[in-house]
């Protein structure tokens, strides 16, 4: 029974936000459609066990949730059209001809884009998307954005009734607007990957921005931020096994053991990166990434390329945390003292005042310059400020290192 449980699992990522997707394109009814999936979902648990499998489970999962919508539609006394139309999706989820699954897949990408719409809030744009396209319960959302269920359920409602009232299109935009929007849908993945890949973060969000990284890609494959974006993300999250160690305490990527970092997802990176834009701000990092991820050790890291790349990327998009990491590739590639020179311009302004990775960041070069003291106190007050209890004990270990 495990096993076929496991197969449920694996099924529903893959189609429920195809059936949600669809759903919505032909009833315009976001409640219904997300029920109508879970009705299917649920039926399956129930069934599959017992019955087996299905030859085509997405397909079976599409006809339930399809019928279920038609009732509830009937029910409803809604047009006909879109009863005509629910009626018309074929078994397997697909339209007639050649052409029809492209369109269930483009659904899903409509589906983003109205997701990442604009006139919503950032997190709100986070958030629904992680709930209708990738399915991520409502409680796990509550738990990553800190706020109770309830609360994440209100911002949900009130996300898809925006939608509804503005009368914001369930579309691509195309030519100049889609120019407009897709840096917006590509900042919402960042953020998602970001959530997953933070120290105490779920792995989870991760895992869902790389798999709408993928589906973007193959669906715009003439626009080059796309996979640079992917390219970003896999190379990123090829080292995530090794980021711990068995008492579950954070690795510093110079100390990680190289033989557990994710060997096909490194591959995958570097052919996305090669059809990458690689200069655009997502294709410099990904160069980065790249640099680390192909050192067969810490010493055989090309800082020097590294250094190139955030000067680059500090001129398409100088940000506190783009100089911060500045700073500490030119104390890698130019010696300690240059690094620090940068990281007192970075910070100017007081962005970076008490940050956690500013001051581990001094600590580190003030240590690599030999001044061990001073050191152990700025990871000391490092850690006072981190942000996670991981980050925080890997802190105070490098603090009690140089205290020696």
């Known amino acids: 029974m495990t096993g076929r449980l496991d197969r449920l699992e694996e099924v529903a990522a893959d189609a429920y936000g195809r059936i949600v ?7 315009g009814d976001w409640t219904l459609a997300e029920d109508c999936a879970q009705e299917a979902l649920a039926q399956a648990v129930q069934r599959w066990p017992q019955e087996g499998t299905p030859d085509n489970p997405g397909g079976w999962l599409m006809t339930v949730a399809r019928n279920r919508a038609i009732d509830a539609l009937r029910r409803a006394t809604v047009e006909r059209r879109k009863l005509a139309e629910l009626a018309a999706l074929t078994p397997d989820g697909t339209g007639p001809g050649d052409g029809g699954k492209e369109e269930v897949v483009d659904d899903r990408l409509r589906l983003v884009f109205t997701c990442c719409h604009p006139a919503l809030a950032l997190e709100s744009r986070v958030a629904l998307t992680l709930r209708t396209v990738c399915a991520v319960p409502t409680a796990d959302l509550a738990r990553a954005f800190l706020v109770t269920e309830s609360a994440m359920t209100r911002r949900l409602t009130r996300a898809k009734t925006k939608i509804a009232d503005a009368g914001i299109p369930y579309r691509v935009p195309s030519g100049p ?82 033989t557990r970092w994710d060997r096909a997802a490194i591959a995958e990176g570097l052919a996305a990166l090669a059809d990458a834009d690689q200069d655009g701000p997502y294709g410099l990092q990904a160069r980065v990434a790249a640099c680390h991820a192909t050192a067969p050790t810490a010493s055989a890291t090309d800082w020097a390329e590294i250094a190139r790349c955030y000067d680059a990327l500090s001129r398409l998009r100088s940000t506190p945390v783009v100089e911060l990491n500045r700073a500490v590739a030119h104390g890698y590639a130019h010696g300690p003292q240059a690094g620090l020179a940068l990281l007192a311009l970075a910070r100017e302004g007081g962005a970076l005042d008490d940050h956690p990775l500013a001051l581990a960041a001094e600590a580190d070069l003030t240590a690599r310059s030999g001044d061990h ?9 490092a850690a006072a400020v981190a942000h996670s209890d991981p980050e925080r004990r890997a802190l105070l270990d490098r603090a009690a290192e140089h205290s020696l």
Request: net charge positive; proline share 5%.
């Open 177 to 258: 607007a889609l120019d407009e929007r897709l840096p917006g849908v590509l900042a919402v993945l960042y953020l998602l990957f970001t959530q997953g890949y933070n120290a105490d973060g779920d792995p989870a969000f991760a895992d869902e921005a790389i798999r709408l990284a993928r589906l973007l890609r193959r669906l715009m494959p003439g626009r080059r931020e796309v996979p640079a974006l992917l390219a970003l993300f896999l190379l990123q999250h090829s080292r995530r096994a090794a980021r711990r160690d068995a008492e579950g305490r954070l690795v510093p990527l110079e100390r990680q053991d190289r």
């Open 373 to 381: 003291a001073r050191a152990a106190d700025l990871f000391r007050r």
């Open 21 to 27: 997707a669809t759903l919505i394109r032909v009833t």
